[in-house]
Every structure is written in C-alpha cells, then in structure tokens.
C-alpha cells in the first residue's frame, strides 16, 4: 500500500479506537494469561506497543486485527518471561484429597483468576467471526480458560483466534508471525489436546430462572446459618470444592461435607454478595472478626451448575480481587444486599 492510501490515524483516532477494543482485548488477554491482573499490564503493554508501533500500521487487516496482533504476541512476551507458563485450579495440580485440615496455603503457585462479568458488558456486540467454534459465554467459563492453560502458549493463542476470534488461517497466521501450515498443524495439535479437557456445556438457561433463584437463595441461606446439612444437599454427588491458593481439593458430598464442617466450626459469621464470574453465578464471601464486627473480604466464589444442583465451587481466597469486581474489602455490620 502506498504512503497515499496509508491510513492516516492520530492520537484522537487512536484512543478512541483503543478504548473501543480495550474490553475484548483484556478478554483475549485473560484467556490466554488465565489471570485478570496480568491480562490487565498484558492489556496496557499491547496498546503502548500499538501506539509506539503505529507508523508500522499498513492497513492491510483491520485495526481490530491488528490490535489483536500485537496483544497476542504481548500476551506470548509474557508468557516467556515468567516461571509457570500455565496457571492452574487445584484439581488440575494433583489428585483429590481425602478431607484433613487445611495446611498452609501455597501462595507461591500460579492460580488461575476469575473474570468478572461487569467486564463482558457490551462484548456480546463484537461478533466472531465465521471460524468461530464457540460463543461467548461459552469461552470464559472458568473450565474452558482451565482447558486453555493446559495448551502450549502458541497452541493456546492459534485455537483463541481461530476458534474463539474467528480469525481465518491466514489471519491468525499472521498475528503469529509464521506459515499459514504451521498455525493450521498448530490448531490441530491444539484441538485434539482441548478436546474432552473442557467441560463447556452448549445448554443454555438449563435451569430456569425462577429455579435458579431458589436454588441460590438456599445456597446463601445455608452459608448465613452455617447449616452443613442444608448446604450438601445441594450438591451433586460427585461436587468439587477448591480453594486455590491451598491445594487440597475435594470430591463428593461427604469429603466435601466434612470439609465445610470443620471450616465452619467457629461458629463465625458469613454474608454472601451476589455477583457474576465468567459467565457463572458468584458471591463474594464476607466474613466477621467478631460478633457484632463489620464484614472483611475472604474469597470470590464461582459455582457451576448442572441441572437443579452445584456440581462445583472455587473459592478464590484471595481479597485482592473485591476491587477487580468493583466491590470494597470492607462492610458495615449491619450490611445487607440487596438481593
């Protein structure tokens, strides 16, 4: 293209184009980092190469493609640069626990994050393209972006533009800078390793609303009374319960029961705020220092339904992400949501 045809972009085009893709690529950064934090730099990282890079911008693909380009191989910088190039859940670090106490928790460990609903506001507008497999609820539950670690970072990328972005092969060949048969052998490679490690569900509203309100209602009400009993009898039989950062995790109703039976021993109290993680109902989990005490954050929970029962809770214990969901690590006692 000749410098007449070039697109000629300045700084106010540029940010407002930037601001506009910003949500989508955070996304696309989260899935391919598996943390909010680090897709948030990988994010701001991708945009000042972007802005530094701009003169480069032939306009040969689309400015969204090309954003998309650099936060790719930003995201692959990244992934280089650290020691664990995949973050895990604990049931993908070792096999379940029979229930023991809780020993210290491993903070050194790469964990996966949650995504925060809020975040998705508005993407739903931003179509994939043909090559997509899946929509957009469906690729950022937490098993699929847990499916993703377990890829090769390349392999991660050439399946998220191809089969989530819907980018052609040659375009997702060049935003990995290489042969249109080296991305497409990548994507098979990838595709074969994906394939039966995401427990995605196509089902969509597989329980109604009404029911899933009373089958939520329970679960807070179970958790504010410390009612072991009430709370197992809405899990499947064979629930999972982690809570990353400690390893142990457990399988089924009894080690589960047990689990939450010893936890809550103290008798301290629990309030539960509704929110929404990747695309899956969430609390954010309060917990008192003492009787008549205002609220401190303890963990984000994400659960996965199936059918009318839980079938898994993660409970990121971690108080640094109520700010990432927009809510404060700290309440009143007398603080009620509104629900």
Known sequence: MSAATRPEIDRETFERLAEKHRKELQLHCYRMLGSVHDAEDATQEALLRAWRGLGGYQGRASFRSWLYRIATNACLTSLTRRPHERRLLPEMAGPPAEFAPLGDPERDAAWLEPYPDAALQGLADAAPGPEARYELHESVRLAFIAALQRLPAKQR??????????????????ALETSVTSANSALQRARTTFKGRSAITRERGGIADDRLRALLDRYVHAWEKRDVDGFVALLREDAVWSMPPWRQWYVGRAQIGAFIGWAWRSGRRQLLVPTAANAQPAFAYYRSAAEGAGWLAFAIQVLSLRGREVAAITSFVDP????????????????????
Not at 157 to 174: H, I, Q, T
Not at 326 to 336: A, D, M
């Open 157 to 174: 990328a050439v399946l998220l533009l191809r089969d989530v972005l819907g980018f052609s092969a040659a375009e997702a060949a060049a």
């Open 320 to 339: 640094r992400l109520f700010a990432v969901f927009g809510l404060s690590s700290t309440l009143p006692p007398n603080f009620r949501p509104d629900r």
